[in-house]
């Protein structure tokens, strides 16, 4: 177990999840609290969990936050240096990931160069730079341990697997979306308040989005590639609308062992931190008898493209996974301003990776230039 943790992305579900959890174990104490802009939740929490540092995304949101907590002791900064600040305070052994975004990846690095303890929920990292997130971690001897439920169902189920010959692949579980079944016809006409009613989980706004695209699940198709080291032939996806298996692996035997349990993002938090102990947990427990039927389907690429792009883009390798995260992220926050239709998100994202040069075996500032060119590219895509 952890006993001390800073939290990049606080203010969001993720974030105030994490705090839900340390707020039931008094041995955790919180050393720095990173957020965007919401002042007022920030201000709320330092009141609450006293972090030694409180990070604002701009230099106007941490002015209004010193204002508002002038009375405590509590050192404020902002942008990317305070981010990195955060992810390397003295005091934290374990750093969660939860912010969104690229904007992840230069704090998650430095992390684990100052030998923190990872509790990932910050998926672009291992998407966009996963080979020299992977190498670093390896190098400095840090546990990334995933949050994300699907990522944290394999990782309990490899518990034990000294041997990864012995497995025959990693079976993610989808639980298709607001829009599962629909037609590409129908789905022409869907809205942003369609695409964020997620059927069974309360997330952000961007992750909604892209679950609705099935978007998501192609970037953690890529984050299980890099973390598990799998080849992207032995990384499936099946729809299971319950959300009860959280995701699956197929051993060379034809054993498949499946981690099941609530849809409750506090469990995977938990086990981040406290793993290797498993603890009673604030999620209700899973009653077998009244948890229904449990379905699996296979995932329709035609009316999802976003699924198929991703797995094209995993193959491809090299500048092809930052380049579609970037010109992702750009899409979706176009979509939810109203300004583009929910297939303009495929038809940007495909376009953008075809916009961007392809470098092979890119360097760090070669990841970020993918980025950057990508968002670019949908920007100016979009008014064509």
Known sequence: MVHCVSILGSTGSIGRQTLDVISRLPEIQVAALTAGTNVSRMAEQCRQYHPALAVMATREAAQALQRTISDLPIRVAWGEEGLIEAATAAAADCVITAVVGMVGLKPTLAAIRAGKRIGLANKETLVCAGELVMFEAEKFGVEIIPVDSEHSAIYQCLMGCGDRREVKRLILTCSGGPFFGMTREELKTVTKADALKHPNWKMGAKITIDCATLMNKGLEVIEAMRLYRMPLDQVDVVIHRQSIIHSMVEFADGAVMAQ???????????????????????????????????????????????????????????????????????????????EIGFYDIYRLVSQGVDAVPFVPNPTLEEILEADRLAREAVRRLSHQ
């Open 260 to 338: 099941m349990g609530t849809p409750d993002m506090r469990l995977p938090i938990q086990l981040a931190l406290t793993y290797p102990q498993r603890i009673p947990s604030p999620a209700e427990g899973l009653d077998l008898l009244s948890c229904g039927s449990l379905t699996f389907q296979k995932p329709d690429l035609d009316s999802f493209p976003c699924l198929a792009l991703a797995y094209s883009c995993a193959r491809r390798g090299g500048t092809a996974c930052p380049a579609m995260n970037g010109a992702n992220e750009e899409a979706v926050a176009m979509f939810l301003r109203d």
